[in-house]
């Protein structure tokens, strides 16, 4: 199964009048994305959906990196994926999720 590639939160044109579709690694990034990005809880019927990454500037820079790893491995519990890892970068306010799937190493890289 095949899903629409979203950049900012819209649809990728194609050109053709539909939209770019994902597969693969690429198609499980895409998923991770957007659930690394949701808020936990912003969806009634489905509560579990989502991370709790927009907590982290909330927390102790000290604590940023594990617990940002610790909320995407919470929140991506439902996919084939492994967190490995995570990086908090400060001046960006960025997170940099490390993953492993089908033995194949990946990153996601959030926003805060």
Do not use: I
Not at 3 to 12: E, M, N, T, W
Not at 53 to 80: I, N, V
């Amino acid at each position: 199964m095949a899903v629409s590639k979203l950049r900012a939160g819209d649809y990728c044109p194609d050109g053709a009048g539909a939209f770019q579709e994902a597969t693969g690694a690429e198609e499980l990034l895409e998923r991770v994305l957007f659930k690394l990005q949701t808020r936990r809880g912003s969806f009634p019927l489905l509560p579990d959906l989502g991370s709790r990454l927009y907590q982290l500037p909330r927390e102790k820079p000290s604590a940023r990196q594990a617990l940002g790893a610790s909320y995407a491995a919470e929140a991506l519990a439902d996919e084939e994926v492994a967190v490995t890892g995570a990086a908090w970068e400060e001046a960006t306010r960025t997170l940099t999720v490390y993953l492993t799937w089908q033995g194949e190493d990946l990153s996601a890289q959030v926003e805060v």
